[in-house]
């Protein structure tokens, strides 16, 4: 493996964030100069430095290899969570270097679990900040590098192949160049219309373009310290909820519906079957509710469980309720969604609704394999056939999300956690989602983990914003033939 | 034309320009994260002033309210208990009752802009009832002396002295512990103002230990760059020479970027060409 090249394009992606603190630190000069303006220039310099200083000496490289691209794709993310503290750390109050990495993981991550006990005392500028690493990470470092960033040639089919799973570039029926341009083009769409359709609802535009940002980047970092229900309007309410649901959605599909085509939203099998959890879950949850008495009526169990559902499933973690008050029942079943999560190729985290199904099929066809032993069953998603490697793939990922939720919880309790915080930490982590349940709840925070605690929280996220193996296959590529 | 003139002008592709930008943007580290905590240390000054004075006031408003206190009781004393009619004691009774009110002032106008404004509401309250008792004997004093003289002395001496005893004295002991209490408590005031100092000192050294820390890694990048590039290439296309003039061997190294060091290759590959 060539690193100079690993370090070049890392340092190209350094300039790209380091363009967004300068953003940031724009924001911070209107809101009369507030105190994270200093903070996030000095942080800006730094990191364009360190992006610009590869530059001088390493000259540009139009092929690279796939070693090299899981390279530079794993090292983009690590050195992006560390560059990304630098803005809090250099600000302090509640950023401790523990309490920086773990708030800067979980942006570029977009968990949106926080350590702030009050995060309206942050100024203007590192809230926005904060919405920006998430919205950079929903769609991945290295994806929105490579369309800003010029001159990068070839290497992007490797980078983009590197970037997205094998399941995510399955309705993408174009080159890599135009897949990155869909990708884009969907995502800051959506983020406008989000933008716009919340300042209309009533929202700030400054509230509006930050609740836009972390929403399409299926994050979860809000402005205020009680969340989405500190503006109690269903309108918002409702807004947020179709920003959520369409960023956990295959943006491909997306993009070939708003252009007619034939693989749209209505027509997915993957779709159908992500929107038709939700709605399940929504009704069975907002019946318990409401059977236990914890809301008045019907309709308001539906609108706080709805919003829940949708939060939990696309990985955002905003909350209009404590759902640690909800019943044993909906905690089930909200974790459940934390698990399965969105669509493949959304910014949505966790196992995703399209390796459920492959998984659920694979049963399936197992059972029916022995009930007929000579009968040639295949696994068909959309009509199109899944070879034997990619279900492989996912029945090892799986399994693989398994092992480290067990890993991650027992770590949780080795170091003080009870089990539901524990298990849901773990879950809430790896998954992306942010919040979990009873010490780390939705109207709670990860600030009263200890620091070894919040190191392994950290790395869950980083474990699952990569899939999992994109974050390992780091561990072994010197071994790597 | 122009335009591709100032791009050749503008990329780094040889050593010098290299190097000279490299360290440039180590220079340019050094005098911004100096700049940084220039700027935050003055910060520091600045709030560490802001406290020392802080605190310096409110120990002279104690102080002068301690002295005024004071000079109206012993004047009290003098003309209360003694009988002592003066002019002095007049005067400066009058002069203590303006001084304490003026410090009382000062003293609840500070505390107005910190956390808790109603700090100074009972020493207020107090130091005006001690001075209201003053005046209203400094105004029966001279009520008295319209009275004939052996009168005025079996009246005044003996009520002076138990209205000295039972009302002034009593105020006199509640004002003095007002005024202690108001230096105790502007110093729990000052506690905030303590933790933004400890803050602002965490931020002071917070930006110069990042700037360090990325200027080990620049540093660390550099060593690797000048090896890979600069250093590594030479002893290469030295060893190779040194096996062609030795052994005969084919002259053939690869040097990682376009400068003057792959110049220097192609123009020894061809000297060694031109002796074939």
Redesign the interface.
């Known amino acids: 493996m060539r690193i100079q090249v690993v370090i070049r394009y890392i340092g190209m992606v350094l300039q790209f964030i380091a363009a967004f603190m300068l953003a940031s630190a724009f924001v911070s000069l209107i809101n009369d100069y507030d105190s994270a303006y200093y903070p996030l220039l000095l942080s800006a310099f730094l990191t364009a430095l360190l992006g610009l200083f590869p530059l001088i000496f390493i000259e540009k490289v139009t092929e690279i290899k796939t070693k090299e691209g899981y390279g530079i794709v794993v090292g983009s993310w690590l050195v992006a969570c560390i560059v990304g503290m630098f803005p809090y750390l250099i600000w302090g109050g509640e950023f401790s270097a523990i309490n920086a990495w773990f708030e800067s993981v979980s942006g570029f991550t977009t968990t949106g679990a926080s350590i702030l006990n009050d995060i309206e005392f942050l100024p203007r500028g590192l809230l926005f900040w904060r919405s920006v690493s998430c919205w950079i990470g929903g769609i991945g470092v290295v994806m929105f590098a490579l369309v800003i960033l010029p001159s990068i040639g070839r290497s992007r089919h490797m980078l983009s192949n590197v970037e997205l799973s094998t399941i995510a570039k399955d309705n993408f029926h174009y080159r890599s160049k135009v897949i990155i341009r869909i990708l884009v083009l969907v995502y800051v769409g959506l983020t406008l219309i989000t933008t716009i359709a919340l300042k209309y609802a009533g929202m700030c535009w400054f509230d509006a373009i930050t609740h836009a940002m972390s929403a399409c980047g299926t994050c979860g970092f809000s402005t205020k310290n009680s969340s989405i229900a500190f503006f109690d309007s269903a309108t918002i309410e409702a807004i947020l909820m179709i920003a959520m649901t369409l960023s956990g959605i295959h943006f491909g599909v997306l993009y070939a519906t708003l252009l007619g085509k034939r693989n749209n939203i209505f027509r997915s099998e993957i779709v159908r079957t992500y929107i038709g959890m939700m709605l399940i879950v929504s009704v069975a949850i907002a019946i318990s509710l409401y059977s236990n008495d914890i809301y008045d009526s019907l309709s308001e169990a539906m609108r706080h469980s709805t919003f829940q559902v949708v939060s939990y499933t696309t990985t955002s973690g905003y909350a209009t309720a404590d759902a640690n008050l909800w019943t044993p029942f909906a905690i089930v079943l909200l974790m459940f969604c934390s698990v399965v999560c969105g669509c493949a190729g959304s910014t949505s985290g966790g196992i995703k609704v399209d390796r459920m199904v492959i998984a659920a099929k694979v049963v399936r066809n197992r059972v029916k394999q022995q009930q007929h032993p000579n009968a040639v069953i295949s696994t068909k998603i959309d009509g199109v056939v899944r070879d034997d490697g990619t279900q492989s793939i996912v029945m090892t990922f799986l399994v693989a999300y398994v092992m480290l939720v067990l890993i991650g919880t027992i770590i949780n309790a080795m170091f003080g956690c009870d089990l539901l915080t524990g298990f849901s930490a773990a879950i809430a982590c790896i998954s992306n989602v942010g919040p979990g349940f009873g010490e780390v709840g939705s109207m709670d925070n990860y600030s009263e983990l200890p620091a070894i605690l919040k190191l392994n929280a950290s790395l869950l996220m980083l474990v699952g914003r990569l899939e999992i193996f994109g974050f390992i296959q780091l561990f072994f590529i010197r071994s790597w033939r | 034309m122009f335009l591709q003139k100032l791009r050749n002008h503008l990329q780094?592709n040889t050593i010098s320009r290299?190097m000279r930008?490299?360290f440039m943007?180590i220079i340019?580290?050094l005098i911004?994260s100096g700049a940084?905590s220039l700027?935050e240390l003055e910060r520091v000054s600045h709030d560490t002033e802001e406290i020392l004075t802080a605190s310096k006031t409110n120990v002279d408003l104690a102080g002068e309210m301690i002295s005024a206190l004071n000079e109206q009781n012993d004047a009290m004393i003098y003309m209360a208990v003694l009988g002592d009619e003066s002019e002095g004691h007049r005067i400066s009774c009058n002069h203590s009752i303006s001084h304490l009110s003026k410090t009382t002032e000062a003293a609840r106008q500070r505390m107005l802009n910190t956390d808790n404004p109603a700090a100074t509401d009972s020493l207020i309250i107090h130091t005006n009832r001690i001075n209201s008792l003053a005046k209203d004997f400094l105004d029966k004093r001279v009520h008295l002396y319209l009275l004939e003289e052996s009168e005025r002395d079996t009246i005044s001496v003996l009520n002076t002295q138990t209205w000295y005893a039972d009302e002034y004295k009593t105020e006199y002991l509640n004002v003095s512990q007002q005024i202690r209490k108001y230096m105790t408590g502007t110093n729990s005031t000052l506690g905030p103002e303590v933790n933004r100092l400890s803050?602002t000192a965490?931020?002071a050294v917070?930006?110069v230990f990042?700037?360090l820390v990325?200027m080990l890694?620049?540093v660390l990048?550099?060593y690797f760059?000048m090896k890979?590039?600069f250093i590594n290439p030479i002893l290469r296309i030295n060893r190779s020479l040194g096996d062609f003039l030795t052994y005969k061997m084919p002259f053939d190294e690869s040097i990682?970027?376009?400068d003057e060091l792959a110049t220097l290759r192609d123009r020894i590959a061809q000297l060694i060409a031109k002796f074939k």
């Open positions: 780094i290299r930008t490299a943007s340019l580290l911004v940084m700027f803050n965490r931020r917070t930006p990042i700037s990325v890694v620049i990048l550099l760059f890979g590039y990682p970027s376009r």
